[in-house]
Nanobody
Framework: QVQLVESGGGLVQPGGSLRLSCAAS????????MGWYRQAPGKQRTLVAQ???????EYGDSVKGRFTISREKGAKTVYLQMNSLKPEDTAVYYC?????????WGQGTQVTVSS
């Protein structure tokens, strides 16, 4: 069973930055893939960014060029640097982990972008 502990959410003004962190405990296989998804009220949970333990990344279209996911090779901690934040980035951000797909989730951290 993978446990995921998220930190770093909060309130930020439009154009600002935040950094999210997620630390996982579990087997190496169960944390091969780690990433961030987000869910706004009334909407489905969608991909923000994810990265494998060998550094292969994938980003959601709406965050490309603004957000950066990072993870040291083989490590079980992943970071999400979010720059140029917009009000539409407001959501609960969930850290996830898995092998071929995300199968374990953290409890989520709120990110609110508002003036």
């Amino acid at each position: 069973q993978v446990q995921l502990v998220e930190s770093g959410g909060g309130l930020v003004q439009p154009g600002g930055s935040l950094r999210l962190s997620c630390a996982a405990s579990g087997s190496t296989a169960s944390t091969y893939l780690m990433g961030w998804y987000r869910q706004a009220p009334g909407k489905q949970r969608t991909l923000v960014a994810q990265v494998t333990s060998v550094g292969i990344t994938e980003y959601g279209d709406s965050v490309k060029g603004r957000f950066t996911i990072s993870r040291e090779k083989g490590a079980k901690t992943v970071y999400l640097q979010m720059n140029s934040l917009k009000p539409e980035d407001t959501a609960v951000y969930y850290c996830g982990a898995g092998l071929g797909r995300i199968s374990s989730w953290g409890q989520g951290t709120q990110v609110t972008v508002s003036s």
